[in-house]
């Protein structure tokens, strides 16, 4: 057990006959000192990849230099304001280059993440404020009212577009904060993320993910099946709230020092078109529903459109024949 595990509430884990086998997990040798944040931003700096693309936005592209400044400044900044391993922070935002640096900081400074989708509703949200008991929000001023009747919110809300005047500013934290932090020594059975379930099939359910865990779906299925590069550019619409956005679009891309194109606006396929071909993206990650749409597309059929684009992963649902 590591300094977050040991942290937590005693029972947190349930019955060990309950929790998955990691034999995968075991077989890819990780040390037993283990930081998620450390193994996708401080190796590729090592490596001189300061000043590769790490993440496309709208027409913004943050280096790896400057994605891990960014990330250093929010970990010291969460830290001076109380923020210490195990401690849970509630990342209530869209798919933007601020719910990356917000993942990487808390898992760096070995808080747990709990990511929750804008679309949920306030009594889904307060099932998930009640079990996992967050000590920071970071979210929007536009999502912020949600959260108005959630009781037991926590103290620190960190607002991303926020003035600073009643709540505390994403900005303010980035400026305030040192650019310089250690990852936490936190183990490889360390909680990283508690990840929770759509709800599809009764109430939400949280799920327990470990710093290796993370790393695992990685270091398996997309090194073995999808084989990414340094050269490629991963792109998607899915949000990163659910764990095939997490790994597509952040845990995928950064593993293997790629490039990562989000975007937090309504799901548009012609315009997501235009992107696969103005950025150049070689792994585009959809859903069978956004297959079909991208296929009623007029530059579905052009060519052009898909002349870097090797792979188009698809999950969440059946994908029929036509898709």
């Given at each position: 057990m590591g300094i977050v595990n040991d942290s937590l509430p005693e029972g947190v884990f349930g019955d060990i006959r309950h929790q998955p086998g990691r034999e995968a997990r075991f077989q890819l040798g990780y040390a037993k000192q283990?930081?998620?944040?450390?193994?996708?931003?401080?190796r590729h700096?090592?490596?001189?990849?300061?000043?590769?693309?790490?993440?496309?936005?709208r027409g913004q592209t943050l280096t790896y230099g400057v994605l891990a400044e960014r990330v250093n400044?929010?970990?010291?900044?969460?830290?001076?304001?109380?923020?210490?391993?195990?401690?849970?922070?509630?990342?209530?935002?869209?798919?933007?280059?601020?719910?990356?640096?917000?993942?990487l900081a808390c898992v760096r400074i070995g808080a747990i993440i709990v990511a929750t989708m804008p679309a949920l509703k306030q009594r889904e949200l307060q099932q998930i404020i009640t079990e996992t008991e967050p000590r920071?929000?970071?979210?929007?001023?536009?999502?912020?009212?949600?959260?108005?009747?959630?009781?037991?919110?926590?103290?620190?809300?960190?607002?991303?577009?926020?003035?600073g005047r009643s709540l505390l500013a994403y900005e303010e934290c980035i400026a305030a904060g040192n650019?310089?932090?250690?990852?936490?020594?936190t183990a490889e059975d360390d909680v990283a993320i508690i990840a929770y379930t759509s709800?599809?099939?009764?109430?939400?359910?949280?799920?327990?993910?470990?710093h290796s865990d993370v790393l695992a779906i990685a270091d398996t299925y997309a090194r073995g099946i999808l084989a990414p590069t340094t050269e490629d550019c991963l792109a998607g619409h899915s949000?990163?709230?659910?764990?095939y956005g997490l790994g597509g679009l952040l845990v995928f891309p950064l593993r293997f020092g790629a490039?990562?194109?989000?975007?937090?606006?309504?799901?548009?396929?012609?315009?997501?078109?235009?992107?696969?071909?103005?950025?150049?993206v070689t792994l585009l990650f959809a859903t069978p529903t956004a297959a079909r749409l991208y296929l009623e597309e007029p530059t579905c059929g052009n060519p052009t459109t898909w002349r870097t684009v090797r792979a188009v992963v698809s999950a969440r649902e059946p994908l029929t024949k036509n898709a």
């Open positions: 283990l930081n998620v944040a450390q193994e996708l931003l401080d700096l090592a490596s001189g990849f300061r000043d590769r693309p790490a993440i496309r936005f400044r929010l970990a010291n900044a969460l830290v001076h304001h109380g923020i210490t391993p195990g401690a849970r922070v509630l990342v209530h935002l869209p798919n933007m280059p601020e719910f990356v640096e917000s993942w920071c929000l970071i979210t929007t001023p536009e999502l912020l009212p949600v959260f108005a009747e959630c009781g037991h919110l926590p103290g620190l809300r960190v607002v991303v577009g926020g003035n650019s310089v932090y250690d990852p936490a020594p709800g599809s099939t009764g109430r939400q359910k949280g799920t327990i993910h470990t949000p990163m709230a659910f764990t490039s990562t194109v989000i975007d937090s606006g309504p799901f548009d396929p012609g315009r997501w078109l235009d992107t696969v071909s103005r950025e150049k």
